[in-house]
């Protein structure tokens, strides 16, 4: 369902109407991360849950929005239009970030802490 047809069938009429943010973040192992928001959260917050999540909490990363636009850091989620009522974000490792040691493009998978894993496992 679009989110045209979902905004018809609550009656809200635009994704600026919408109070909560349900956004989920792919990760590259194909796990999905979701939180919920305030619209007049500060985007650090949605910065800081996914930091919260990972297994290497220094790693250098970016979210990106469905038109393939960074995430910016600073601003709130109801000044990001897209994130309204819900959006999917893709999680990206800084290209600079990835350990020198390792064979170019090599990741260390999962990026996610064994916690959130396991916490995965047992809602799924």
């Known amino acids: 369902m679009t989110r045209t047809q979902r905004e018809a069938r609550q009656g809200t ?27 007049g959260e500060p985007l650090t ?24 636009k960074q995430l910016p850091v600073v601003g709130c989620v109801r000044a990001q239009a ?21 064979a170019p493009g090599a990741r260390r998978l999962p990026l996610l802490s064994d916690a959130m894993l396991q916490r995965a496992r047992v809602d799924a």
């Open 13 to 39: 009429g635009s994704a600026a109407a919408a109070t909560r943010a349900r956004l989920r973040i792919r990760f590259p192992e194909g796990v999905v991360l979701q939180g919920d928001f305030g619209a």
């Open 45 to 68: 917050a949605v910065f800081e849950f996914v930091t919260g999540a990972l297994r290497d909490a220094g790693s250098c990363y970016e979210l990106v929005l469905p038109s393939r």
């Open 82 to 102: 897209e994130l309204l009522p819900s959006c999917l974000l893709n999680f990206r490792l800084v290209a600079d970030a990835v350990a020198p040691q390792a």
